[in-house]
């Protein structure tokens, strides 16, 4: 019930259960504060923290709708709030990969374009974040707003200089390649001072102009992790 779409399409239905990321007087299910409710009830269901896979806005409403199909078909709350906090998240969508240290390690490959990686630096703080390749029309220029969330950009592909001119006034650096990348974010997210420092890559750009698609980038982006792992 987030958008005019959906509000309309429930008002065409005879029957439909309503869901919102924020709290609603309207939907019969909504997330406020990271924690589930249903319309009706004072105290929550879930509290969304339990599943970390599930960061950000966006996976609050994926949240609400799981929530809300599984007990339409008769699953119990806690055998819900078990599923969630198991679920692993899927490949190259905010991907938790890995943690060194204070260091959390996102692979949000599939983030092909502003709007998707905009989901990723608002799930976020003290974000070191990789961005580049093929850009699409309008660039980061769309971001800017989330900038501050950003400690420092890291540049990749073909983008990297159109990139760095919108950046502008704010911490970056040209790196070229995913390898040089990782391995500074990597460096500087583990001398920083915040709690839970996060290397992210959410290129906001396709991959073709250094990789097959954005599987393969996501994938050797897992594998340099992989390797600071080892070391």
């Known amino acids: 019930m987030d958008d005019d779409y959906c509000r309309a399409i429930a008002a065409r239905l005879p029957r439909a259960v309503g869901v919102s990321a924020a709290r609603s007087a309207t939907a019969d299910v909504f997330v406020d504060d990271h924690r589930l409710y249903i319309k009706g009830e004072a105290a929550p269901l879930i509290d969304l923290r339990i599943a970390p896979a599930l960061r950000g806005e966006h996976n609050g409403q994926n949240a609400a709708f799981a929530f809300a199909a599984a007990r339409a078909v008769g699953v119990d709350v806690a055998s819900i709030a078990k599923g969630l906090a198991s679920f692993p998240g899927l490949a190259h969508r905010m991907e938790q990969v890995a943690k060194i240290g204070r260091v959390l390690f996102v692979n949000d490959s599939?983030?092909?374009?502003?709007?998707?990686?905009?989901?990723?630096?608002?799930?976020f703080r003290d974000i070191f974040w990789i961005a580049g390749g093929k850009a699409k029309d309008g660039g980061i220029e769309p971001l800017r707003a989330l900038f501050d969330r950003v400690a420092k950009t890291y540049l990749i592909g073909a983008?990297?200089?159109?990139?760095?001119?919108?950046?502008?006034?704010a911490p970056y650096e040209k790196c070229g390649t995913l390898a040089k990348a990782v391995a500074a974010a990597a460096r500087d997210a583990a001398a920083s001072s915040a709690s839970e420092p996060v290397v992210l890559l959410s290129p906001a750009c396709a991959s073709y102009d250094q990789f097959a698609n954005f599987e393969v980038r996501g994938d050797a982006f897992r594998a340099l992790v992989d390797q600071l792992k080892g070391a």
């Open 159 to 169: 983008a990297q200089d159109a990139f760095a001119a919108t950046l502008a006034g």
């Open 110 to 123: 599939k983030a092909t374009n502003a709007d998707a990686a905009e989901k990723a630096l608002r799930s």
